[in-house]
């Protein structure tokens, strides 16, 4: 062993446990582009229902794969948001199966609503996001994760929103649903590492806008036509 593997053994420095204590994200290094790297060097990009599945159903280990997949924006929204936009304007047809006096011009502007509705809610929450963070979080601020946030999550909602047009009669029941969208959000605000005595806060304001925007936009669409 040579004296400069000597003296970079000895000179190794452990972070001070107080820093990165798991209770305070805003402590982190940014990890970000090194799971990134580390995921496209092995060439591992999860489909993106496979990484909407997993954040479904075991949250925290579905947010650290989306996080590592490298997946992009471009990618999550062609291969998963935008056709389940489409499957919930389909689902809006079902009102034919369901109800009287119903006209395909009235379920048509249905269809074209609620697909609208949660397109502009993406942008909005986008916005939205951008305007409550923190100004000493904006340059560690991870745009494209926050992104594939809001599509994961508005994705689970339009996802209970289909269920709820196919299975109407249930809807008492169905409109729970979007409490697991709440509880699945919960599990990835942490890896916005928001300052820790303020997460609680930004998790209620955006947990607030990604379920009351796209319904709002729909009301409002409603209204004006």
Same mark, same amino acid.
């Given at each position: 062993?040579?004296?400069?593997? #000597?003296?970079?053994?000895?000179?190794?420095?452990?972070?001070?446990?107080?820093?990165?204590s798991?209770l305070?994200?805003?402590?982190?290094?940014?990890?970000?582009?090194?799971?990134? =790297?580390?995921?496209?060097?092995?060439?591992?990009?999860?489909?993106?229902?496979?990484?909407?599945?997993?954040?479904?159903?075991?949250?925290?280990?579905?947010?650290?794969?989306?996080?590592?997949?490298?997946?992009?924006?471009?990618?999550?929204?062609?291969?998963?948001?935008?056709?389940?936009?489409?499957?919930?304007?389909?689902? /809006?047809?079902?009102?034919?199966? !369901?109800?009287?006096?119903?006209?395909?011009?009235?379920?048509?502007?249905?269809?074209?609503?609620?697909?609208?509705?949660? %397109?502009?809610?993406?942008?909005?929450?986008?916005m939205?996001?951008?305007?409550?963070?923190?100004?000493?979080?904006?340059?560690?601020? #991870?745009?494209? %994760?926050?992104?594939?946030?809001?599509?994961?999550? =508005?994705?689970?909602?339009?996802? %209970?929103?289909?269920?709820?047009? %196919?299975?109407? +009669?249930?809807?008492p029941i169905?409109?729970?649903?979007?409490?697991?969208?709440?509880? =699945?959000? !919960? /599990?990835?605000?942490?890896?916005?590492?928001?300052?820790? *005595?303020?997460?609680?806060? =930004? !998790?209620?304001?955006?947990?607030?806008?990604?379920?009351?925007?796209? !319904? +709002?936009? *729909?009301?409002?669409?409603?209204?004006?036509v």
């Open positions: 062993m040579s004296i400069d593997d #000597n003296e970079n053994i000895y000179n190794l420095e452990e972070p001070e446990e107080n820093e990165n798991p305070n994200y805003a402590a982190y290094p940014d990890e970000e582009e090194g799971e990134e =790297l580390e995921g496209q060097q092995e060439g591992q990009r999860k489909s993106a229902i496979s990484l909407l599945i997993k954040v479904m159903f075991n949250p925290v280990e579905g947010w650290k794969t989306l996080r590592r997949s490298g997946i992009t924006p471009e990618s999550l929204q062609g291969g998963c948001f935008y056709p389940i936009l489409a499957l919930l304007a389909v689902s /809006k047809f079902a009102e034919f199966f !369901y109800y009287v006096n119903v006209s395909l011009a009235e379920v048509l502007t249905q269809a074209v609503i609620s697909f609208v509705a949660f %397109f502009l809610g993406y942008f909005c929450i986008m939205l996001i951008s305007w409550v963070i923190p100004k000493e979080m904006k340059e560690k601020y #991870n745009d494209k %994760f926050a992104k594939n946030f809001t599509i994961i999550s =508005l994705s689970t909602l339009a996802l %209970f929103s289909i269920i709820t047009n %196919f299975l109407p +009669m249930i809807w169905l409109i729970f649903l979007p409490l697991w969208t709440l509880y =699945l959000m !919960y /599990k990835g605000i942490r890896f916005f590492h928001f300052p820790v *005595d303020k997460e609680m806060k =930004l !998790y209620v304001i955006i947990s607030a806008g990604m379920i009351g925007l796209p !319904y +709002m936009l *729909d009301w409002l669409m409603n209204e004006l």
